[in-house]
């Protein structure tokens, strides 16, 4: 079948070799960070399968310190501050994941990355032989749809139309896009625990993973301990789950997401800064959203597509806290936090994590990452 990396079938090396358990060097113009500073091993049982029973009962790695300290999710609140601020992505992740066949019978399997007008859609689709523009593709052996043709960065996008509104088709027809390192089909367990209890604006094919260890429980603590709240949107797409392949970070082509940042997000960042409080981003998509409406100087309110690729030695301007899961070895999002935290503490983090059985990705637990105070000496786009 033609390959789709972000297609359910799709699998990833749990295991690469162990490679982060090496002394650091700092981060200099002619010896740059590479991919395989970024690689780990990973016991392939510690990538979770199913959620923790409770959201709030998953593990915490409060990593703000230079020891690590193991506590329980549920006590995030009273580990920040009055004052602070919690930003929250709300995007709602939408039944992406459709199966179905082409006029000759071939099957198809394919993942609706984004929507657009006039009930348009591109979308990631595995073949045995790929459709050609002008044919039909029947999913869900209930709606047809027409190819419009390739589109995407390098034509890695099929443009096709459906008869009617995809988000409609998606919810009756669709299924819950688990990530490819999530061995069995969706459930109805899944249809509510891949989604945050917040999540409002359909358009996600991922879950902020990060926020989903937040129930009412702990949002009701947050608020009786003056710590506010405010929600950035970023549609996450497929290519969160794609690893690197060019030992160069310079030389990665990132994928590009579409983020909303509100005019009262902004005035509350501004009112939280000037109070001293921090902003503490849920989630690297939220995250990515608040620097990259930042590049600019200021926060700016609006909506647009990034593509932004934080390395090390990226200067944050907004955020100074972050809630994250632990990400996959040779991804962005691992370099994101390296970043953040500093690479020789998140691979000490890592390793904690490993030896004392943390649940890792999507379903896994969770850390605590304060910003370091001093940058590494380059970036790198």
Known sequence: MEQCGPCRSGRIDPAPPPVMDRPDRPQRPDHPYTLSDFDFALPPELIAQHPAPERSGSRLLDGRHEAPTDRRFRDLPALLNAGDLLVFNDTRVIKARLLGAKASGGAVEALVERMLPNHEVLMHLRASKSPKAGSRVRFADAFDAEVLGRAGPEDSLFHLRFPDDPFALLERHGHVPLPPY????????????????????????AAPTAALHFDEAVLADLQVRGIATANVTLHVGAGTFQPMRTERLDEHRMHSEWFDVSDATVQAITRTRAAGGRIVAVGTTTLRALESASLGGALQAGSRDTDIFITPGFGFRVVDVLV?????????????????????????????????????????????????????????F
């Open 182 to 205: 999530i061995t069995h089909a969706d459930s109805a367990d899944d249809e509510r625990r891949y989604q945050t209890v917040f999540a409002a604006s359909p358009g996600a094919v």
């Open 324 to 380: 994250t899961n632990f990400h996959l070895p040779k991804s962005t999002l691992l370099v994101l936090v390296s970043a953040f935290a500093g690479h020789a503490h998140i691979r000490a983090l890592y390793a904690h994590a490993i030896a004392q059985r943390y649940r890792f990705f999507s379903y896994g637990d969770a850390m605590l990452l304060a910003r370091q105070t001093r940058p590494c000496s380059r970036s790198m």
